[in-house]
């Protein structure tokens, strides 16, 4: 994880960008989309004890449904892609006032 207390968010990526600290960026990435897929992980480790330890069958499974792997990495992906663009945007804005 990081030099700071608590767990990395997006806004810790993208503080970094937006400082221009890409192998900070880079880690704090890392550590935000370990910790969503050990997440998912997790919730599906539960969902297949339920089955094999409960007997519960399949079709109450799909109602607690945890959050799909790519659907979180499509959601992280999309904000840091969006920050990107506000950088370069300011970047370009910045070089046309200097």
Do not use: C, R, W, Y
Request: proline share 2%; no cysteine.
């Amino acid at each position: 994880m990081s030099e700071e207390t608590g767990p990395v968010s997006v806004d810790d990526v993208l503080a970094a960008i937006q400082q221009k600290n890409l192998a900070q960026a880079k880690a704090h990435f890392n550590d935000v989309m370990g910790a969503k897929i050990n997440d998912a992980l997790d919730a599906e480790k539960v969902k297949i004890a339920n089955v094999v330890f409960n007997n519960h069958s399949e079709e109450s499974e799909e109602e607690v449904e945890a959050p799909e792997e790519h659907d979180v990495v499509d959601e992280l992906e999309d904000e840091i892609e969006d920050a990107f663009q506000e950088t370069e945007a300011e970047v370009e804005l910045d070089a046309e006032v200097d």
